[in-house]
Protein backbone atom coordinates (compact mmCIF):
# COMPACT_ATOMS: atom_id res chain seq x y z
CA UNK A 1 0.00 0.00 0.00
CA UNK A 2 1.41 3.43 -0.40
CA UNK A 3 -0.37 6.58 1.06
CA UNK A 4 -0.36 9.91 -0.39
CA UNK A 5 -1.11 12.51 1.66
CA UNK A 6 -2.20 16.80 1.01
CA UNK A 7 -4.15 19.45 1.94
CA UNK A 8 -2.16 21.31 4.51
CA UNK A 9 -1.75 24.68 4.84
CA UNK A 10 -0.45 27.89 6.73
CA UNK A 11 -3.79 28.92 8.35
CA UNK A 12 -5.02 31.42 11.36
CA UNK A 13 -6.90 30.30 14.53
CA UNK A 14 -10.50 29.62 14.19
CA UNK A 15 -9.95 28.40 10.02
CA UNK A 16 -10.52 25.00 8.70
CA UNK A 17 -8.51 22.99 5.91
CA UNK A 18 -9.21 19.49 4.29
CA UNK A 19 -6.58 16.58 4.45
CA UNK A 20 -6.48 14.05 2.02
CA UNK A 21 -4.99 10.46 1.72
CA UNK A 22 -4.84 8.60 -1.34
CA UNK A 23 -4.17 5.25 -1.18
CA UNK A 24 -2.70 3.24 -3.95
CA UNK A 25 -1.48 -0.56 -4.57
CA UNK A 26 -3.22 -3.13 -2.49
CA UNK A 27 -6.67 -3.51 -1.61
CA UNK A 28 -8.20 -2.96 1.86
CA UNK A 29 -10.39 -5.76 1.88
CA UNK A 30 -10.47 -6.77 5.54
CA UNK A 31 -13.15 -5.57 7.84
CA UNK A 32 -10.32 -4.79 10.10
CA UNK A 33 -8.76 -2.87 7.87
CA UNK A 34 -7.90 0.69 9.07
CA UNK A 35 -6.84 3.94 8.31
CA UNK A 36 -5.73 6.66 10.51
CA UNK A 37 -4.00 9.97 11.03
CA UNK A 38 -1.02 10.92 13.24
CA UNK A 39 0.36 13.92 13.64
CA UNK A 40 4.04 14.91 15.03
CA UNK A 41 4.57 18.58 16.91
CA UNK A 42 8.12 19.89 16.54
CA UNK A 43 10.04 18.29 19.48
CA UNK A 44 7.24 15.98 20.10
CA UNK A 45 6.46 12.34 19.69
CA UNK A 46 4.05 10.72 17.16
CA UNK A 47 0.50 11.07 18.51
CA UNK A 48 -2.61 9.71 17.20
CA UNK A 49 -5.63 12.03 15.54
CA UNK A 50 -8.65 10.01 14.26
CA UNK A 51 -9.23 6.25 12.56
CA UNK A 52 -11.50 4.68 10.12
CA UNK A 53 -12.37 1.65 9.57
CA UNK A 54 -12.05 0.85 5.85
CA UNK A 55 -15.80 -1.29 5.56
CA UNK A 56 -18.27 -0.61 8.50
CA UNK A 57 -16.92 3.34 8.65
CA UNK A 58 -16.77 3.24 12.15
CA UNK A 59 -14.89 5.94 13.60
CA UNK A 60 -12.64 7.10 16.51
CA UNK A 61 -10.57 10.28 17.47
CA UNK A 62 -8.21 11.37 20.09
CA UNK A 63 -9.57 13.63 23.16
CA UNK A 64 -7.87 16.33 21.90
CA UNK A 65 -9.85 16.89 18.35
CA UNK A 66 -13.47 15.28 19.46
CA UNK A 67 -16.18 17.77 18.08
CA UNK A 68 -13.76 19.73 15.87
CA UNK A 69 -11.95 17.15 13.38
CA UNK A 70 -14.31 14.84 11.07
CA UNK A 71 -12.28 11.84 9.78
CA UNK A 72 -13.87 9.95 6.06
CA UNK A 73 -13.49 7.76 3.56
CA UNK A 74 -14.62 7.26 0.26
CA UNK A 75 -14.16 2.98 -0.64
CA UNK A 76 -14.39 4.11 -4.63
CA UNK A 77 -11.97 6.36 -4.93
CA UNK A 78 -9.61 4.69 -2.05
CA UNK A 79 -9.20 8.11 -0.43
CA UNK A 80 -9.55 9.03 3.51
CA UNK A 81 -9.97 12.44 4.47
CA UNK A 82 -9.34 14.57 7.35
CA UNK A 83 -11.74 17.51 7.73
CA UNK A 84 -10.16 20.46 10.41
CA UNK A 85 -12.41 22.94 11.75
CA UNK A 86 -11.67 25.44 14.26
CA UNK A 87 -7.92 25.26 14.88
CA UNK A 88 -6.43 26.33 17.21
CA UNK A 89 -2.62 26.45 17.52
CA UNK A 90 -1.89 23.44 18.95
CA UNK A 91 -2.76 21.68 16.09
CA UNK A 92 -0.12 22.55 14.63
CA UNK A 93 2.19 19.30 13.38
CA UNK A 94 3.20 17.13 10.54
CA UNK A 95 0.07 15.37 9.75
CA UNK A 96 0.48 11.97 8.75
CA UNK A 97 -2.03 9.11 7.33
CA UNK A 98 -1.45 5.13 8.06
CA UNK A 99 -2.98 1.59 7.19
CA UNK A 100 -3.32 -0.80 9.63
CA UNK A 101 -3.73 -4.17 8.24
CA UNK A 102 -2.93 -7.10 10.15
CA UNK A 103 -3.42 -5.27 13.17
CA UNK A 104 -0.27 -2.75 12.89
CA UNK A 105 0.13 0.45 10.98
CA UNK A 106 2.45 -0.69 8.71
CA UNK A 107 2.15 1.65 5.92
CA UNK A 108 2.73 5.27 6.24
CA UNK A 109 2.17 8.49 4.64
CA UNK A 110 5.21 11.08 3.70
CA UNK A 111 2.92 13.87 5.99
CA UNK A 112 1.56 17.03 5.28
CA UNK A 113 2.62 20.19 7.41
CA UNK A 114 -0.46 21.96 9.19
CA UNK A 115 0.46 25.54 10.72
CA UNK A 116 -2.08 27.59 12.40
CA UNK A 117 -0.78 30.53 13.72
CA UNK A 118 -2.44 32.81 16.54
Known amino acids: VQLQASGGGSVQTGDSLKLSCAATGRSFSNDDDELGWFRQAPGKGREFVAA????????HYADSVKGRFTISRDNVKKTMYLQMNSLKPEDTAIYYC??????????WGQGTQVTVSS
Open 98 to 107: AAKQGGMYGY
Open 52 to 59: IRWGAGST
